[in-house]
Protein backbone atom coordinates (compact mmCIF):
# COMPACT_ATOMS: atom_id res chain seq x y z
CA UNK A 1 0.00 0.00 0.00
CA UNK A 2 0.78 3.69 -0.63
CA UNK A 3 2.12 5.47 2.14
CA UNK A 4 3.67 8.73 1.99
CA UNK A 5 6.03 10.32 4.77
CA UNK A 6 6.40 13.99 5.53
CA UNK A 7 9.21 15.81 7.49
CA UNK A 8 11.03 18.75 7.79
CA UNK A 9 8.64 21.46 9.17
CA UNK A 10 9.43 23.61 12.33
CA UNK A 11 9.05 27.00 13.58
CA UNK A 12 11.73 29.46 11.95
CA UNK A 13 11.97 33.55 11.97
CA UNK A 14 10.97 34.94 8.52
CA UNK A 15 13.96 35.10 6.03
CA UNK A 16 14.87 31.34 6.66
CA UNK A 17 14.82 28.82 4.97
CA UNK A 18 13.56 24.96 5.20
CA UNK A 19 13.71 21.71 3.61
CA UNK A 20 10.62 19.43 3.65
CA UNK A 21 10.88 16.25 2.26
CA UNK A 22 8.33 13.34 1.30
CA UNK A 23 8.80 9.83 0.79
CA UNK A 24 6.75 7.55 -0.92
CA UNK A 25 6.78 3.76 -0.20
CA UNK A 26 4.44 1.15 -1.93
CA UNK A 27 4.70 2.78 -5.35
CA UNK A 28 6.88 5.24 -7.28
CA UNK A 29 6.16 8.26 -8.62
CA UNK A 30 6.96 10.84 -11.44
CA UNK A 31 4.40 13.45 -10.55
CA UNK A 32 3.91 15.23 -7.09
CA UNK A 33 2.39 18.59 -5.88
CA UNK A 34 2.84 20.05 -2.84
CA UNK A 35 0.18 22.44 -1.31
CA UNK A 36 -0.42 24.29 1.98
CA UNK A 37 -3.36 24.82 4.58
CA UNK A 38 -3.56 27.46 6.76
CA UNK A 39 -6.40 27.47 9.78
CA UNK A 40 -9.51 28.86 7.89
CA UNK A 41 -8.47 28.94 4.56
CA UNK A 42 -8.77 26.41 1.62
CA UNK A 43 -5.89 23.92 0.73
CA UNK A 44 -3.80 25.76 -2.07
CA UNK A 45 -1.49 24.96 -4.40
CA UNK A 46 2.32 25.93 -3.69
CA UNK A 47 4.83 23.66 -6.39
CA UNK A 48 4.73 20.83 -8.71
CA UNK A 49 6.88 18.58 -10.90
CA UNK A 50 6.32 16.05 -13.26
CA UNK A 51 8.62 13.69 -15.11
CA UNK A 52 11.61 14.95 -12.58
CA UNK A 53 11.99 17.57 -14.91
CA UNK A 54 8.42 20.25 -15.26
CA UNK A 55 8.27 22.36 -12.34
CA UNK A 56 5.41 24.70 -11.64
CA UNK A 57 5.15 26.82 -9.03
CA UNK A 58 2.31 29.18 -7.79
CA UNK A 59 2.76 33.18 -7.71
CA UNK A 60 3.37 33.03 -4.18
CA UNK A 61 6.20 30.75 -4.31
CA UNK A 62 7.50 31.49 -7.46
CA UNK A 63 11.52 32.45 -6.93
CA UNK A 64 11.80 31.28 -3.56
CA UNK A 65 10.68 27.54 -3.64
CA UNK A 66 11.64 24.95 -5.20
CA UNK A 67 10.45 21.42 -5.74
CA UNK A 68 12.85 18.65 -6.73
CA UNK A 69 13.04 15.00 -6.66
CA UNK A 70 15.28 11.78 -5.70
CA UNK A 71 14.01 8.89 -8.11
CA UNK A 72 16.41 6.79 -6.06
CA UNK A 73 14.93 7.16 -2.94
CA UNK A 74 11.47 7.86 -4.57
CA UNK A 75 11.06 11.27 -2.56
CA UNK A 76 9.98 14.36 -3.42
CA UNK A 77 11.69 17.86 -1.61
CA UNK A 78 10.40 21.61 -1.05
CA UNK A 79 13.26 23.93 -0.36
CA UNK A 80 11.40 26.78 0.57
CA UNK A 81 13.80 30.08 1.17
CA UNK A 82 13.44 33.93 2.35
CA UNK A 83 10.22 32.38 4.26
CA UNK A 84 7.76 34.64 5.42
CA UNK A 85 4.63 34.53 8.08
CA UNK A 86 2.06 34.12 5.44
CA UNK A 87 4.07 31.02 4.57
CA UNK A 88 2.62 29.59 7.97
CA UNK A 89 0.73 26.54 7.52
CA UNK A 90 0.21 22.91 7.14
CA UNK A 91 2.60 21.90 4.28
CA UNK A 92 1.33 18.61 2.44
CA UNK A 93 2.97 16.63 -0.18
CA UNK A 94 0.84 14.73 -2.76
CA UNK A 95 1.15 12.21 -5.19
CA UNK A 96 -0.53 10.84 -8.54
CA UNK A 97 -1.03 8.13 -10.83
CA UNK A 98 -2.00 10.42 -14.33
CA UNK A 99 -1.81 13.56 -15.55
CA UNK A 100 -4.02 16.71 -14.97
CA UNK A 101 -4.26 20.01 -13.66
CA UNK A 102 -1.40 20.16 -11.36
CA UNK A 103 -2.54 22.65 -9.01
CA UNK A 104 -5.99 21.12 -7.88
CA UNK A 105 -5.76 19.17 -4.76
CA UNK A 106 -8.79 16.93 -5.85
CA UNK A 107 -6.34 15.70 -8.74
CA UNK A 108 -4.00 13.98 -6.49
CA UNK A 109 -4.50 10.14 -5.42
CA UNK A 110 -2.12 9.94 -1.96
CA UNK A 111 -1.27 12.58 0.40
CA UNK A 112 1.22 12.75 3.34
CA UNK A 113 0.28 13.44 7.17
CA UNK A 114 1.15 16.82 6.68
CA UNK A 115 4.14 19.08 8.37
CA UNK A 116 3.86 22.05 10.37
CA UNK A 117 5.70 25.07 9.21
CA UNK A 118 5.64 28.07 11.32
CA UNK A 119 7.27 31.43 9.98
CA UNK A 120 7.39 34.30 12.73
CA UNK A 121 8.07 37.82 11.84
Known amino acids: QVQLVESGGGLVQAGASLRLSCAASGRTFSRWGWFRQAPGKEREFVAAISGGASTFYADSAKGRFSISTEITNNTVYLQMNILKPEDTAVYYC?????????????????WGQGTQVTVSS
Open 94 to 110: AARSAGGTYSTAREYDY
